[in-house]
């Protein structure tokens, strides 16, 4: 089983930035296409970004332009770089591959706030 470990959210401003990360535990994540989620209180989880293991992205409308997700395969972690942040970017973030095979993480809090 690979264990995930999602960090580097906070409480941020509107238009502001942050920089996640996602650690995965086992070498197998190289050749995984990996996947970025979020999820707020009373809703589904929400799938916002994929990165192929050659690092090609791809993203839900409503982050493209604002989110970049990029991964280093020599250290099993895959990133997302959150900008122009909007109080609906509110969320736990969570990374998995897209078709969640592993346990989740505890995820990291993003807070979008004045």
């Known amino acids: 089983q690979v264990q995930l470990v999602e960090s580097g959210g906070g409480l941020v401003q509107p238009g502001g930035s942050l920089r996640l990360s996602c650690a995965a535990s086992r070498a197998i994540f190289r050749v995984v296409t990996m996947a970025w989620f979020r999820q707020t209180p009373g809703k589904e989880r929400e799938r916002v970004a994929t990165?192929?293991?050659?690092?090609?992205?791809g993203y839900t409308d409503s982050v493209k332009g604002r989110f970049t997700i990029s991964r280093d395969n020599a250290k099993s972690t895959v990133y997302l770089q959150l900008t122009s942040l909007k109080p609906e970017d509110t969320a736990v973030y969570y990374c998995?591959?897209?078709?969640?095979?592993?346990?989740w993480g505890q995820g990291t809090q993003v807070t979008v706030s004045s």
């Open positions: 998995n591959t897209p078709g969640t095979t592993w346990s």
């Open positions: 990165i192929t293991p050659d690092g090609s992205p």
